[in-house]
């Protein structure tokens, strides 16, 4: 139940970054957007690893190597959700720099703007 | 120690290490760099080239394993064979094209070397997000390298790519986590083995995002607006690195994990078949260099898919792997050429590549490249596409291969017009071309696509080194290229005849005495070439694989062999047409209808292989009834190449403006290839039930074709066009021959063909006799020659006699064995269209001698002298032909008979007439007689008309000539023109309406992609899914 | 009844937290945007940590030194944003005095 | 505003194909067998307490290094992207005043925050084997130290030729770990190179201490190029 209300939460986050792209005509916008979809996934992602009444991977006080198995959430997805996060992280510098330069080039930040080429 | 050093896990070990020196070796000085990043990708390279020489040599595939643990714990990779061709094709290019980029900043350095590892990553990983971490590996190194072109064109356009891939690549993010919340897996080959237990909506919706991510990178149809604005403003060694690189390693991607989309296999085939003929049929309007690429290199990737998903299930993986490889390694090399090219010419717009023209190594080159993208031999995509082909008809999915067919057609037709239209300069260019040396690296991708043609023509069975000998004699005569020309000619013409006795010394049969006709008639035409001093870059070379094929394709025993030499002729046939400026847009056409051809005998062999399972040519005296749709097919393919009425509008433009000696090459020798290929084709015709009246429609389409090229040639004021109908008339007879399927009808064929080459030689090069002495080409300006050049007049005259079917000359005793044979078959209306055509064929016959001879001299032909010694010799030569074939007949006829009897003893046709009574009927004094009586009445008509006054043979015979060319041209309307005029103009159309979906705004684009991925959704069985989903 | 209580100050938080969201979008300009969004979110974050201590009677400290942070960093970043705000002279919202009467703040809202 | 339309349908269609989605999801109540592998050999074969970190660098580290690599290139791009940094005069017209000093309440901020900042970088990164954190989150954090340390003195040049050799320096050391794990262990970034130590110990999970150093080293850098050079 509760993984399934943050998986929900995960997917609406991702629909509104979906609009976002579609809807929004300002670059900046747009990115944002863009990295609304991957944190949408990101809260996704966690959302798929848990196990019900599950608690973190780590082996500590409050778990003990034997009953690991039995009590901790699946470490694949969080281990997972680390790598992503970078990759977004870095998609998104990528989009901010290039949104630099196309204000540079015409002074705007309209996606409208930007159709040098077509056909 | 050795082997791990040269384990592949190195490559990557390389990659990652090699680009994190990079920054350290920056502080040492730009040479340090360079020395690094050029050993890293040579070590690259070498690991690779070590494990696919390995694995093609039978070792199993290599694992690589990671993190001290086995494959379902730890990441592991991969490389097998398919893995290592990618892996080697992708390093080899980036290793040559490493000069483009050394003297950029050191960052673009490290992502150069990072993207190719990160290909690679792709192509060998065996896990799933390790492949989405290097899928966004070679994404963001290809955003860094874009940044290398920044005006505002290519800001926006990177930006739209950004946005497209970065929604692409969150699907793949996605679908990858739906996959593994069904599975609790990761690992492809765990993936592929419980391929049943993904299932239900989030484990369909998961496959459904990722491959929606991996068609996308791909850049489909009409999703890729964003891709093509790429191509377009990219640096072209970027767009090179993506048309080559990124697209292998996403291909690659899809290519593994194709067994998880089982169920969507026909879906992906049919997006993938949308995509492969709207982008080719799109790149049709194009103006700009790089976005036509981009729209070939989409179509290219669209060809790997759907042959992908098309060769798809067990027991398939040999032919995959050779198709599959075959066709990348083709696009890889070749596009990837092309677009350092257009980095090396400069020229963003095509109108502006003629800046190429006079440089014939740079012209070498990009001829090379243009032939192997449009999938021509002798390179990898030539063998991968008749694969393909063959495999696709066994399945007995036609569709597909239409598809394929149409596809490869439209881009091959927007590559050569293009290529054409380079090849010729115009006043203003040769502006801002560089030096050859930066040709280096696209002579390395040419050099890399022959070698690569090599190894897939020997994997496809085309094991017989002489079939390359065309090709290796024009390579050798490339060498000697600043020779002067008639030195050039000679060395040339005796390599031909050196290597055509070889090829031709152990055939028997018709094979030989095609092999022989063709050989010889070649060479001694080609003798009049040397009349021309002026060096014609290329020609000779072009010459010798012409000549040298024309022998070799009677010795072809597979259909691969003869579709390999038949594709040698055609595209050095035109080659030698394009040499002429002024031939451009007929090189074309006559391009694209022997391409068309090309395919229709494709198709044939084909469905000819599926129906017998044998590839050897000797299946068509083996095949059975259900052969005619074979037969329909291949002789579709030949009529084309024969110039056919309705499909003939290619020969006379091809004919009439090459140049003059290969005008008559042409018209003389390549158009007997097509008459040999029918009269292959036709023994599936002889065995199959419905042979006999699909036969009688040949001899009517024959003799339709002699008569309307008949009319034709009347009309036609310049001399060479109307040689050029004269051929098509004359091959109409020979087509309607060989429609008789008799034994006698087979004789008359080859009679004909020997008397039409020797004839139309003489009469070609009279043709550029005249224009060399004259300049002119048009009947209105010529008369009088005949005093002035007495030799060329006489050999014409001969000639004319010989082709008219006046007596005593060869031509006489060809109509005449015609129209027995057509009387004894009962074909008494293409009888009397043979009489009628002949008559026709006298009037236009009678025009060119008087005119041009006789009559008072034009002011063009004042200061005319005899005709060039190479010219007469080689007239001499034929004139002598033609009067041994007239006088001793037996000569040629009795190794005829000989050569056709065993074919017909096995077959019913040939009804009982022996060869004593052909000579019976032929020779005795009333066929003389009648023969004299029939001349007499048409001379007598001829005077009569004269007298009356409709023919007024002082005042240059003109009135005559209009009177019955109005009544011919109101009898042949330009229906063919008209109609594929038409043709062509809704194609354009088509591909006008298309482009408009390419708005140029990114969020119409990133819209696109979202309904792409719906699309996929709803079609890959989704539909269903919701439907029964959610009651 | 700890729990209650902690329950009841992660609640109180997260309303806070929800009008520094409502404010982000329903505030005219940037500096009221930022204010709201600064303010109620420092308040709601330090609400939901000590609710959480009284969860996890055992965190305190370090979800002391987490409020001390939250309390540090919150104030400084909105005031370098207003600052860069100012600087590059971004407009304020300031409706009309006469305006200010009659027409509720909400029918210009800056979206 | 043509295209309202469609992309409204467009995302109702995907809402609808995520709709199945989140009604079709179940949530599990038992690991799956390689996770369940994964919770049991983690401690017992790499010796890290934290499984999580126990994946991402040594089951996974190819992984990691992939990642490792995506920032670098970041790094390397963004710098391409935004070449010619003597032209950031012409960026924006306000350049003159967003140059100005920051201001006193930012700077002493910054005094008392950047060394916290910096220490809690430290804890997180080499806690990562035993507690949640790890080398990227760490990495992180130094990043927004650096970050506040410019924004309270606008003016200050990174040594970005230090960051650049340092940054190198520990993607290169973090491969030879990996290669020293295929000769000396397993295979290719083996953490079990070093010996495992004491379960739970702060020395102890072989090379992932290390590793999460190297990590962290490399993150923290490579963020701070790349906010270096959006500054610029």
């Known amino acids: 139940m509760t993984s399934t209300v943050v998986l929900s939460t995960g997917l609406v986050v991702m629909l509104i970054g979906l609009w976002g792209v579609l809807a929004h005509r300002n670059i900046l916008r747009i990115i944002i957007s863009l990295s609304l979809i991957g944190t949408g996934t990101h809260i996704l992602i966690v959302a798929i690893g848990y196990v019900r009444n599950g608690t973190a991977p780590i082996i500590d006080r409050a778990l003990t190597v034997a009953e690991a198995p039995a009590r901790a959430v699946d470490p694949v997805p969080s281990a997972l959700v680390v790598t992503a996060i970078v990759i977004g992280l870095a998609v998104t510098a990528i989009l901010l720099a290039y949104a630099i330069r196309l204000y540079e080039s015409k002074k705007t930040l309209s996606i409208d703007a930007f159709r040098d080429s077509k056909w | 120690m050795v082997d791990a050093l040269l384990h592949p896990l190195n490559i990557f070990i390389i990659g990652l290490g090699g680009a994190f020196l990079i920054p350290l070796l920056y502080r040492l000085g730009r040479a340090a760099i360079a020395a690094g990043v050029v050993l890293a990708l040579a070590a690259m390279t070498l690991l690779s080239g070590v494990a696919l020489w390995r694995l093609s040599h039978g070792a199993a595939p290599i694992e690589i394993l990671t993190g001290g643990a086995r494959p379902p714990l730890a990441i592991n990779l991969r490389l097998g064979l398919p893995e290592a061709i990618f892996a080697f094709g992708v390093n080899l290019f980036a290793l040559l094209g490493v000069p483009y980029i050394l003297r950029e900043k050191y960052g673009t350095i490290l992502l150069y070397l990072l993207i190719v590892m990160g290909i690679q990553g792709m192509v060998m990983t065996r896990d799933l997000f390790n492949l989405f971490v290097f899928l966004e590996i070679v994404s963001i190194a290809t955003y860094g390298l874009l940044s290398l072109r920044d005006t505002p064109a290519a800001l926006s356009a990177t930006f739209k790519y950004l946005t497209a891939t970065v929604l692409a690549s969150s699907f793949f993010l996605l679908g990858t986590m739906l996959i593994y919340a069904v599975t609790g897996l990761l690992n492809i080959d765990d993936l592929i083995a419980s391929r049943a237990s993904i299932a239900g909506p989030i484990g369909f919706a998961g496959l459904i995002f990722v491959l929606a991510c991996l068609l996308l990178e791909l850049k489909p149809f009409p ?130 590549w003629p800046a190429l023209a006079g440089r014939p190594g740079a012209i070498a080159v990009f001829g090379i490249l243009i032939a192997a993208i449009s999938g021509l031999p002798p390179f990898p995509g030539f063998f991968a596409k008749w694969q393909l082909v063959m495999t696709l008809a066994s399945d007995g999915r036609l569709a597909w291969i239409a598809v394929i067919l149409v596809g490869s057609l439209l881009e091959a037709a927007y590559m050569f017009r293009w290529f054409g239209r380079s090849v010729h300069g115009t006043a203003e260019a040769q502006t ?157 056409r006559y391009l694209l209808f022997s391409l068309v051809a090309a395919f229709f005998l494709l198709a044939g062999f084909a469905m000819m292989q599926a129906l017998t399972g044998i590839s050897s040519l000797a299946a068509f005296r083996a095949a059975g009834p259900d052969a005619a749709p074979v037969f329909i097919l291949l002789a579709i393919g030949f009529l084309i190449k024969a110039g056919a009425v309705g499909v003939h509008v290619w020969l006379p433009g091809a004919y009439a403006e090459a140049d003059d000696d290969v005008s008559a090459l042409l018209s003389a020798v390549i158009s007997k290839a097509a008459i040999f290929g029918l009269l292959v084709g036709t023994y599936v015709a002889i065995r199959s039930e419905l042979g006999l009246d699909l036969a009688r429609l040949l001899g009517w389409i024959g003799m339709l074709t002699t008569l309307v090229a008949a009319m034709l040639a009347v009309r036609q004021d310049d001399i060479k066009r109307m040689l050029a109908y004269s051929s098509m008339s004359q091959l109409g007879y020979i087509v309607a021959a060989i429609a008789l399927m008799s034994h006698l009808g087979w004789v008359t064929a080859l009679y004909l063909v020997a008397n039409h080459l020797m004839v139309k030689g003489i009469l070609f090069l009279a043709a550029a006799v005249i224009i060399l002495r ?258 | 009844m700890s729990e209650v209580a902690g329950s009841i100050l992660v609640l109180i938080g997260a309303f806070f937290h929800f009008s520094a969201g409502l404010g982000m979008l329903r505030m005219p300009d940037a500096f009221t945007r930022m204010q709201a969004g600064t303010k109620a979110s420092t308040l709601g974050n330090a609400l939901i940590l000590i609710g959480i201590a009284f969860y996890h009677p055992g965190w305190s400290l370090k979800l002391l030194i987490l409020i001390y942070f939250v309390f540090m960093t919150n104030p400084v970043s909105s005031h370098a944003l207003a600052r860069a705000a100012r600087a590059i002279r971004i407009p304020m919202a300031g409706p009309p005095p006469q305006a200010l009467a009659s027409a509720p703040a909400a029918a210009r809202d800056g979206a | 505003m043509m295209q309202r339309l469609p992309s409204a349908i467009a995302v109702l269609l995907l809402a609808l194909i995520f709709a199945t989605i989140a009604i079709g999801h179940a949530e599990q109540t038992v690991l799956r067998p390689l996770a369940e592998s994964y919770v049991r050999l983690v401690p017992h074969e790499l010796g890290a307490p934290n499984v999580i970190t126990g994946i991402l660098l040594t089951y996974r580290a190819f992984d990691t290094l992939g990642e490792v690599a995506v920032l670098f290139m970041v790094a390397a791009g963004v710098g391409l992207v935004l070449k010619e940094p003597g032209k950031a005069g012409a960026r924006s017209a306000s350049d003159s005043e967003a140059a100005q000093p920051a201001s006193e309440i930012v700077r002493t901020a910054a005094q008392i925050l950047v060394p916290l900042i910096a220490i809690f970088a430290a804890y997180i990164i080499m806690n990562g084997h035993i507690s949640a954190g790890g080398g990227f989150q ?87 190029v790349i906010l270096d050079r959006f500054r610029a």
């Open chain 2, 223 to 352: 999703a890729n607006g964003w891709g093509l604005d790429v191509y377009e403003t990219a640096r072209s060694d970027v767009a090179a690195m993506i048309s080559g690189g990124v697209s292998a390693g996403v291909f690659f991607a899809l290519l593994k994990l194709l067994p998880l989309f089982e169920s969507q296999l026909t879906l992906i085939a049919t997006l993938g078949a949308i995509t492969f003929v709207c982008s080719n049929l799109i790149g049709l309007r194009q103006t700009r260099t790089q976005r036509l690429l981009g729209y070939s290199s989409i179509g290219q990737m669209a060809l790997l898919t759907l042959a992908a998903s098309l060769l798809h299930g067990p027991g398939a993986e040999r032919m995959t792997l050779l198709v599959i490889g075959g066709l990348f390694v083709n696009h890889l090399f070749a596009k990837v050429g092309l677009f350092w090219l257009a980095g090396h010419v400069g020229e963003a717009r095509l109108r502006d």
């Open chain 2, 432 to 588: 801002s071309a560089k030096g050859p040396v930066g040709l280096l690296p696209i002579w390395g991708m040419a050099i890399l696509l022959v070698a690569g043609g090599c190894i897939s023509g020997s994997l496809a069975g085309l094991a017989s080194p002489w079939i390359v000998a065309p090709l290796a004699a024009g390579a050798a005569l490339c060498l000697l290229w600043n020779l002067p020309a008639r030195i050039q000619g000679i060395i040339a013409l005796a390599i031909v005849l050196v290597g055509g006795l070889w090829l031709v010394r152990d055939l028997s049969g018709l094979n030989r005495l095609f092999a022989v006709i063709l050989l010889a008639g070649g060479l001694v035409v080609s003798i009049g070439c040397l009349y021309r001093a002026d060096p014609r870059p290329g020609f000779y070379p072009l010459l010798a694989v012409m000549l040298l094929s024309l022998p070799a394709l009677p010795r072809t025993t597979t259909n691969l062999e003869f579709f390999f030499v038949w594709e040698l002729i055609t595209l050095s046939s035109y080659f030698l047409i394009l040499l002429r400026r002024e031939a451009r847009p007929y090189a074309l």
């Open chain 2, 774 to 1031: 004259t300049g002119t080409r048009m009947l209105s300006g010529l008369g009088g020659l005949a005093r002035p050049m007495p030799l060329t007049f006489a050999a014409a005259a001969i000639a004319i006699v010989a082709m008219s079917g006046l007596p005593p000359l060869a031509g006489f005793g060809g109509k005449w064995l015609l129209l027995s044979a057509m009387i004894e078959k009962g074909w008494y209306g293409p009888a009397l269209m043979t009489l009628l055509a002949t008559f026709v064929g006298l009037i236009y016959m009678a025009r060119f001698m008087q005119t041009i001879f006789f009559g008072a001299r034009g002011a063009a032909t004042a200061t005319a002298g005899e005709a060039p010694i190479a010219i007469l010799v080689s007239q001499y030569l034929l004139i002598a032909g033609i009067l041994i074939m007239s006088f001793f007949p037996i000569l040629l006829i009795e190794p005829v008979s000989k050569a056709i009897d065993p074919q017909f003893a096995s077959t019913l046709v040939w009804q009982g007439m022996s060869l004593e009574l052909i000579y019976a009927t032929w020779n005795p004094v009333p066929t003389m007689t009648f023969a004299v009586a029939v001349s007499i009445l048409l001379l007598g008509l001829f005077l009569l008309m004269q007298r009356s006054g409709h023919v007024g043979m002082g005042a240059r015979g003109t009135s005559f000539y209009e009177f019955s060319g109005s009544i011919f041209a109101a009898l042949t309307p330009p229906l063919a023109i008209r109609f594929w005029g038409d043709v062509s103009a809704a194609t354009a159309s088509a591909a006008e309406r298309a482009r408009k979906l390419y708005t140029g705004n990114g969020q119409t684009y990133n819209l696109y992609v979202l309904y792409y991925v719906l699309v996929l959704y709803a079609f890959g069985g989704g539909v269903r899914l919701i439907w029964t989903g959610i009651p």
């Open chain 4, 138 to 224: 760490g990495g992180a954090v130094i990043a927004s130290a650096v970050l506040l340390m410019l924004l309270a003195d606008p003016s200050h040049k990174l040594n970005s030729v230090f960051l650049s050799v340092t940054e190198s320096l520990a993607g290169v050391l973090f491969v030879l770990v990996g290669i020293a794990g295929l000769i000396f262990a397993g295979g290719f970034l083996d953490n079990r190179v070093l010996p495992l130590g004491q379960f739970g110990a702060f020395f102890s999970a072989g090379a992932i201490p290390l590793l999460s150093v190297l990590l962290g080293v490399k993150v923290g850098c490579e963020l701070s």
